[in-house]
C-alpha cells in the first residue's frame, strides 16, 4: 500500500481550491466596475471582501497547485506557464485587495490585469487537465474509440506495436499517460517510457498477462477507481482488449510483425477485422448450424469406425459430427463415398497429411453439409477447387503444404462464408496474396512462417555443439 505524505494529501485538493479564486475574484472584479454606477453603489462594501476571500484562496490555490506538481507529471513548459501565471495572479490579487482596503480606489487596470490572468491561468490549467485541444475538440466521450483504427492492408506482415497496439494506446490512453500529462508518473507514448512504469513500477510483466497491472486495471469494473481508463473517457472494446492481452502474451515486442507471433484461434478473427474493416462480430460465423439435425445412422458410422475413420460430435448432446482420417493408411475414393449417408450430420472432415488426390475427394462436393474442411499436406491440385466451391457452407479451409495455386484458391469466391483460410507452404507468391485479400475481404487468409519467440519464463534444454 502507498502511503501519502502531508504533501501529497494536500496537493490533490488543488483541483477543488482552484476554482474558488477564479470565482470569487472574477465576482469582485464585476462588483468593483458595476459600482462606478450610482444605482449599484451599494455593493461597494462587498469588493474589499471579495477579494480578501479571493486573495486567501489564491494563495491556498498557488499552493496546493505546486505541491501537486511535485507528485504528479505533467508536460513541463504547459506546467512551467500555468504555475507562474497562477503566482502571478495570486500576487495582483494580494495587491488589488491592498491597495483597495487602503482606499486606493483608482485600480481599474489592476483589475482588468487581474481578470486576464484568471482567464489565461484557468486556460493552461485546462491544457494540463484535458489536453492542449480541449477547446475544439468534441468531447464526445461515449465513443468506443477517439481516434478510428486505420485499416491495415496485410495485417500479418504489419508491425504488432506500431501498426495495432501503438494507436490503441493513442486513442484510449494518451489524454492522461501523454506528452502533456502523465497520471501516476507513467507514459505510454514512447516504448522506453512504457517499459519504465510509472511511479508503482513497471505496468507490464512481458509473457505474464496475470500479473501486468496495466491489463488489471483494465478488466475492473468501471466503477472502481483504479479502472483504465476512467470511466468517463473512451473505453477499451473487447477485441482491443484481446490485442493487448495477445501482444503482452507473446513478449511485447516492440519491432516484431505480426506473422512472427503465435495466433491463438480467438485471435485470428480480431486480426482479420483489422484487415477487412469489419466488426469481428461481422466476421464470426457460427460453426455449428443452430438447425436441428436427425441422429445420424449408426450403421454407417460402424462401418467408418471399422475403416479406422474416428466419427465423433461436435459438441455434447448435437447429432452433428466430424470425421478424422487420421488413422487411416491410404484413403480412397470409397472411403469418401461412405461419408455421404452422413451428409445431413456432418459438418467437420479431416482428411489432411494424406495421400488424398483430386481423384480421391471428387465426390466431396456431396457434403453439402461441411463448415470445416481440412486437406493440408496432401496430394491435391488446383483442380481439386472444381469440388470444393460448392461446398458453399464452408467457414474454414486447410489447404497449407499442396501444390497449389491462386488461380485454384480464386474458384472459391462464391462460398461467401468462408472466414478462415491456409495457405502456407504453397506455390501463392505474396504478389498473389494481395490481390486475394480482395477477392476474399472478410476473410482470414493464413501464409503461416511464424518463428514463436523464447521467453524468459520458458524452460530450454542447452545442449553442446558437436
Known amino acids: 500500500m502507498v502511503v501519502l505524505s502531508i504533501g501529497d494529501f494536500i496537493g490533490k485538493f488543488h483541483p477543488v481550491l482552484v476554482h474558488l479564486p477564479i470565482g470569487i475574484l472574477l465576482m469582485a472584479v464585476l462588483f468593483y466596475f458595476l459600482s462606478g454606477k450610482e444605482k449599484y453603489k451599494s455593493i461597494t462594501p462587498a469588493i474589499s471582501i471579495a477579494l480578501f ?228 462480430e461481422e466476421i464470426a460465423v457460427p460453426n455449428i448450424p443452430e438447425a436441428a439435425v436427425d441422429k445420424a445412422d449408426e450403421a454407417t458410422i460402424k462401418k467408418l469406425r471399422e475403416r479406422g475413420v474416428a466419427i465423433t460430435s461436435v459438441a455434447q448432446n448435437s447429432n452433428y459430427l466430424s470425421a478424422s482420417f487420421i488413422a487411416v493408411d491410404s484413403i480412397t475414393i470409397q472411403d469418401i463415398e461412405l461419408l455421404m449417408p452422413l451428409s445431413k450430420q456432418l459438418i467437420w472432415l479431416k482428411l489432411g497429411n494424406s495421400n488424398c488426390t483430386d481423384a480421391t475427394i471428387s465426390t466431396i462436393d456431396k457434403l453439402t453439409g461441411l463448415t470445416r474442411l481440412s486437406l493440408e499436406n496432401t496430394a491435391i491440385t488446383d483442380n481439386a477447387f472444381r469440388q470444393l466451391k460448392n461446398l458453399t457452407r464452408l467457414q474454414y479451409l486447410n489447404v497449407a503444404g499442396n501444390n497449389i495455386t491462386a488461380t485454384g484458391i480464386e474458384k472459391l469466391k462464391e462460398v461467401k462464408l468462408l472466414r478462415n483460410l491456409y495457405i502456407y507452404k504453397t506455390n501463392i507468391s505474396a504478389s498473389d496474396f494481395a490481390n486475394l485479400k480482395k477477392i476474399f475481404p472478410r476473410t482470414m487468409i493464413d501464409t503461416g512462417g511464424y518463428v514463436v519467440p523464447i521467453l524468459n519464463s520458458d524452460t530450454t534444454l542447452v545442449k553442446k555443439p558437436k
Open 53 to 280: 476571500i479571493g486573495m486567501c484562496s489564491a494563495i491556498a490555490s498557488s499552493i496546493s497547485g505546486f505541491l501537486l506538481s511535485k507528485t504528479a507529471a505533467y508536460e513541463e513548459p504547459l506546467l512551467s506557464r500555468h504555475q507562474w501565471l497562477g503566482i502571478a495572479t495570486t500576487v495582483v490579487a494580494v495587491a488589488a485587495w491592498v491597495l483597495y482596503s487602503k482606499h486606493f480606489r483608482q485600480i481599474k487596470w489592476l483589475m482588468i490585469l487581474l481578470s486576464l490572468l484568471i482567464i489565461i491561468t484557468g486556460h493552461f490549467g485546462g491544457s494540463l487537465t484535458h489536453g492542449a485541444d480541449y477547446i475544439f475538440s468534441s468531447g464526445d466521450k461515449n465513443e468506443e474509440s477517439a481516434v478510428p483504427q486505420k485499416l491495415i492492408p496485410d495485417v500479418q506482415q504489419a508491425v504488432a506495436y506500431t501498426d495495432i497496439i501503438q494507436p490503441m494506446l493513442q486513442a484510449k490512453c494518451y489524454s492522461c499517460h501523454g506528452t502533456a500529462k502523465q497520471k501516476g508518473k507513467l507514459r505510454l507514448d514512447e516504448p522506453d517510457y512504457i517499459l519504465q512504469g510509472g511511479k508503482n513500477g513497471k505496468v507490464f510483466i512481458a509473457g505474464n498477462t496475470g500479473e501486468s497491472e496495466l491489463l488489471q486495471r483494465i478488466v475492473l469494473p468501471h466503477d472502481n477507481k483504479e479502472h483504465m481508463p476512467p470511466k468517463e473517457k473512451p473505453q477499451l472494446t473487447k477485441d482491443e482488449i484481446a490485442l493487448l492481452h495477445w501482444w503482452i502474451n507473446t513478449g511485447a515486442s516492440f519491432t516484431e510483425k505480426v506473422t512472427a507471433l503465435p495466433q491463438p484461434a480467438n485471435i485470428k478473427p480480431v486480426l482479420a477485422a483489422l484487415q477487412s474493416g469489419k466488426k469481428n
